[in-house]
C-alpha cells in the first residue's frame, strides 16, 4: 500500500485542507480530504480493464467549500431529517438550525460537511487515513461536546471500509454517514439509471411529504422498493413523481450492529460491479432527482448519479420504536459500511 498527500486548496479562513491518495498493489487508488471528512476519487477498472473515476467530484477545494449536495461528505451530527428540527431527552426540548423548510437535514446550516477536520492519524501499511472532529456543544442545538472519527481504508481486495466513530460529554443524538454520489459507468457518463440493483432489505419507511417518517416500516412487496431480486433502478424510479425518484430509507436485513450485506450495483455497461456492506439499521436510496446538471454539481445532472447513503432510521431521535440514535457519556457510538468493487459480464 502507499499513501500520498496534497494539499487540495484552503478553507475559507486559510487553512490548508489535506488530501490523501491511497494506492493498493493493483495500482488502484481512492482518494479523501480533510474537509468534510470527504471521499473524493475511487479509480477502478471495467470490464476491459479501463480505469476511471466512479464517485462524483468537483475539482476543486472551493466548490466544497461553498454550498453542494454533499459529495463524498461525513454527514452529521445528525444524517438525513429530524422532524420540525427538535427533540427531547429528559424532559428537556432542544430545538436544532432548520435548513430544510421547518426540519433539519444533516445536522443543519453548518454541518460537519462544511468543518475542516484533524487529521488524526496516517497508517500506510493497513491503507488506512483517520479525521477526528469536536462538535462544540450547542453547535446547530444539539448538545453535548461530541468527538467524530471518520476513518476511510482501502485494500488489495478492492475493498473500500470506512468507519465512524462519536463520544460525548452530555447526553446527544448523533448518526454519522458517508454521502458519495456513485456512477459505475465513471462520473460524467451519463444516467445510471441501467444500473441494476439489488438490496438486502424487507421494508421501508412510510414517510409523509416531507419525507419524515410515520414510525412504520412497510413491506417492499410490491412496490417500487422492492429490490430483493435484481432491477434497475429506473424501472420503477418514475413511479415517485413527489421525490423526482427514489429519496427513501430502507431497513437493512438482518442484525444492526454486525457487517452484513446490504446491496450489490451492478452496471451492465462496463461491467463494474459494487457490493455494500454495513452494521448500520438503514440505508437511504437516492436517486439524486435533485441534482441541477451545472457548477453546483459539477456538472451530474438528475438521475447521473446514486446514493446508497448506509445509516441510521431518518427521526430517529422523535421515534422510539426505531433504533436509538442516543449516545450518553461513557459510550462510543461505532458503524462500519464496505464497499467493494469487482467486474463481471452482462
Excluded at 490523501?20 to 474537509?35: E, Q
Excluded at 454541518?111 to 475542516?116: E, M, R, T, V, W
Amino acid at each position: 500500500m502507499k499513501i500520498s498527500e496534497d494539499v487540495f486548496g484552503q478553507t475559507p479562513d486559510g487553512n490548508a485542507i489535506r488530501r490523501f491518495k491511497i494506492t493498493n498493489s493493483k495500482g488502484l487508488s481512492v482518494s479523501v480530504m480533510s474537509w468534510g471528512a470527504s471521499l473524493l476519487e475511487v479509480v477502478v477498472p471495467d470490464a476491459k480493464g479501463v480505469l476511471a473515476n466512479v464517485n462524483s467530484v468537483f475539482d476543486s477545494a472551493k466548490a466544497y467549500a461553498e454550498r453542494h449536495p454533499y459529495f463524498g461528505s461525513t454527514v452529521g451530527r445528525y444524517a438525513n431529517r429530524v422532524g420540525d428540527g427538535t427533540f427531547s431527552i429528559d424532559g428537556q426540548e432542544y430545538q436544532l438550525t432548520k435548513n430544510l423548510g421547518g426540519n433539519t437535514l444533516h445536522g443543519g446550516q453548518d454541518n460537519f460537511s462544511y468543518q475542516n477536520w484533524e487529521v488524526e492519524s496516517v497508517d500506510e501499511s493497513a491503507g488506512q487515513v483517520s479525521f477526528v472532529h469536536d462538535s462544540p456543544d450547542g453547535k446547530e442545538g444539539f448538545p453535548g461536546n461530541v468527538t467524530a472519527t471518520s476513518t476511510y481504508s482501502w485494500n488489495d481486495e478492492n475493498e473500500l471500509m470506512m468507519a465512524f466513530e462519536a463520544t460525548t460529554d452530555s447526553p446527544t443524538h448523533v448518526n454519522l454517514c458517508n454521502h458519495s454520489y456513485w456512477n459505475l459507468g465513471g462520473m460524467g457518463t451519463g444516467s445510471m439509471l441501467d444500473h441494476v440493483l439489488q438490496m438486502h432489505c424487507d421494508e421501508f419507511l412510510e414517510v409523509n411529504d416531507e419525507l419524515i417518517p410515520s414510525g412504520k416500516l412497510l413491506s417492499v412487496e410490491g412496490s417500487p422498493f422492492d429490490f430483493r431480486a435484481p432491477m434497475a433502478i429506473g424501472a420503477r424510479n418514475g413511479e415517485l413523481p413527489e421525490t423526482k425518484g427514489y429519496d427513501h430509507c430502507l431497513v437493512v436485513r438482518g442484525e444492526a450492529g454486525t457487517l452484513r450485506p446490504c446491496a450489490e450495483v451492478f452496471d451492465p455497461a462496463s461491467g463494474r460491479v459494487m457490493a455494500v456492506s454495513t452494521t448500520q439499521p438503514g440505508v437511504q436510496l437516492y436517486a439524486a432527482g435533485n441534482l441541477p446538471g451545472n457548477e453546483r454539481s459539477a456538472g451530474v445532472a438528475a438521475h447521473e448519479a446514486f446514493c446508497l447513503e448506509t445509516q441510521h432510521y431518518p427521526d430517529s431521535p422523535n421515534k422510539p420504536m426505531f433504533p436509538t440514535t442516543l449516545l450518553l457519556p461513557g459510550q462510543t457510538m461505532s458503524e462500519k459500511t464496505v464497499h467493494q468493487f469487482s467486474v463481471k459480464s452482462a
